[in-house]
């Protein structure tokens, strides 16, 4: 009786044991809370589709939409914390743009979140699952030419799950950011745009209270309107 009691404890234990490895292991291959400061940045790239998604239409493929010859695009986006002007630089990054510019349009953003807040550093936002994982269905590749600007407070960037992966997800600096903290994303990530008004709507963002790196309040994009000049 004894030596079966003993047995059946020493199988659950062995069971629990077992389970708490494996849960270590996905939360390893998932980059932890050690992560790499590059991998905040990061979003699948993918089409992974949840709840959130539902009644959002997800693309299998590049938008054949054309950017207007001659147009400087500038980006209005009014959220919940107000709103900001980003001006999105076609002659650096025209394909870029062009999917922004598209899935603005289509409404694609609105009511979707900055899902992700780095205190004081950045916001970043785009992802229609709202979990860092989601996006428009497509992947396109980076755009970093000779003549990019370097990141620094203000500008906008694409999100990516690696080199020639980015989606929808996008991020933002804010002013306060170091140079040091940044460096790193020079080559590796393209740039596309810059906040020409409202930075300090960016910066209030930038500061909200956070668990981790997820705010403990809904930002919502309400939408983004697209300005042709």
């Known amino acids: 009786m004894l030596k079966d009691i ?16 494996l849960v270590a292991i996905a939360y390893l291959g998932n980059g932890g ?7 905040i940045f990061k979003s699948s790239g993918g089409s992974e589709v949840s709840k ?9 493929k590049f938008p054949s939409f054309k950017l207007s010859n001659g147009k ?10 107000g709103d900001f002007t980003i001006d999105l630089f076609e002659d650096i990054a025209p394909k870029t743009v062009t999917s922004f510019v598209y899935l603005s349009k289509q409404k ?15 916001i970043q936002g785009g ?10 269905g497509y992947v396109f590749e980076n755009e970093i030419p000779p003549n990019a600007p370097k990141f620094s407070g203000g500008i906008v960037g694409m999100a990516n799950s690696g080199k020639d992966k980015n989606g929808s997800q ?21 740039v596309f745009g810059k906040v ?18 997820i705010p403990l309040e809904r930002i919502v994009i309400n939408k983004i309107e697209i300005i042709e000049k």
């Open 127 to 136: 992802d229609p699952t709202g979990t860092g994982k989601g996006g428009p």
């Open 170 to 190: 996008f991020f933002i600096l804010s002013s306060k950011v170091a140079r040091e903290q940044i460096s790193t994303l020079d080559g590796n990530y393209t």
């Open 72 to 81: 400087n695009y500038q980006a209005l986006i009014t959220t919940t914390y």
């Open 52 to 60: 959130a998604t539902k009644g959002r239409r997800i693309y299998s």
């Open 33 to 39: 809370a050690g992560s790499p400061f590059l991998s």
């Open 6 to 21: 003993l047995k059946d404890r020493m199988f659950r234990f062995t069971i629990l044991l077992l389970l708490v490895m």
């Open 196 to 213: 020409i008004s409202g930075q300090e709507v960016v910066d209030r963002i930038a500061s909200v209270q956070v668990n981790g790196e």
């Open 108 to 122: 694609f953003y609105n009511g979707l979140t900055f899902h992700r807040v780095v205190k004081n550093i950045l």
